[in-house]
């Protein structure tokens, strides 16, 4: 099972629409997970941290379900704006808790 | 408040060249990472340093390839004797502590392309 994995996509959908991303895990010690947002040729910018309550900026919304080892991005009310590349982060705690592992990203394209 | 800076942008080389990133991290922050990003490939953690050490380098390529954040000045990734394969974008990061929920921010990175 690879370190981190996201939902391959990419994903197509209108303005307006709700779309989800998800993202698995596999080191069970890990404790700091993040949602980047990488637009083409740029560098990946901190969308949100994941807290184990789950926490809402707006209209996105991320969770984090320990149990399945998994999080989650949720971006309601999609703009054209929010196409970018989605990218899941897990920082391991396993002796080295500040290395980031990511997902391999996840396209999202808003159409008009 | 500057971000973190990384130059060149753009850096070309042939093979056989060496190739020298630079990074100078946030403002207050003393802690510095090094990820590469290949064509269609996720963010590869590579190098992390505190000011004149190493602390983990276990994501570097065994040969060709160091790192350092001397006590004055940017951090350096040196590539000696590039390859095609090393053809990548290369992000560095910096944070203000390690661990915990420390964001780790990312500059702008250098494309390098080896001809």
């Known amino acids: 099972r690879k370190e981190v994995e996201q939902d391959p996509g990419p994903f197509n959908v209108p303005e307006g629409a709700t779309v989800a991303f998800n993202c698995t895990y596999s080191n069970s010690a890990s404790q700091s997970f993040f949602w980047y947002r990488q637009d083409c040729r740029k560098e990946p910018k901190l969308l949100m941290s994941?807290?184990?309550s789950g926490n809402e900026d707006g209209r996105f919304t991320a969770q984090l379900n320990r149990a399945s080892q998994y999080i989650s991005l949720l971006i309601r009310d999609s703009k054209l704006s929010d196409s970018a590349t989605y990218l899941c982060a897990v920082e391991n705690s396993g002796g080295s808790n500040y290395k980031l592992t990511f997902g391999k990203g996840t396209l999202l394209t808003v159409n008009p | 408040n500057a971000g973190v800076m990384q130059n060149p942008r753009h850096l070309v080389r042939r093979r056989g060249q060496e190739a020298r990133l630079r990074c100078s991290p946030m403002k207050g922050h003393s802690h510095v990472y090094w990820y590469r990003q290949l064509p269609e490939e996720g963010l590869k953690f590579m190098v992390y340093?505190?000011?004149?050490?190493?602390?983990?380098e276990s994501g570097m390529p065994k040969e060709r390839f160091s790192a350092e954040f001397p006590k004055e000045g940017p951090s350096i990734l040196r590539i000696q004797q590039v390859v095609r394969g090393d053809s990548a974008a290369y992000f560095c990061?910096?944070?203000?502590?390690?661990?915990?929920?420390?964001?780790?921010?990312f500059g702008p990175g250098t494309r390098l392309t080896v001809l």
């Open positions: 990061a910096s944070s203000r502590q390690a661990g915990g929920a420390d964001t780790q921010y």
């Open positions: 994941v807290y184990s």
């Open positions: 340093l505190q000011k004149e050490n190493i602390i983990d």
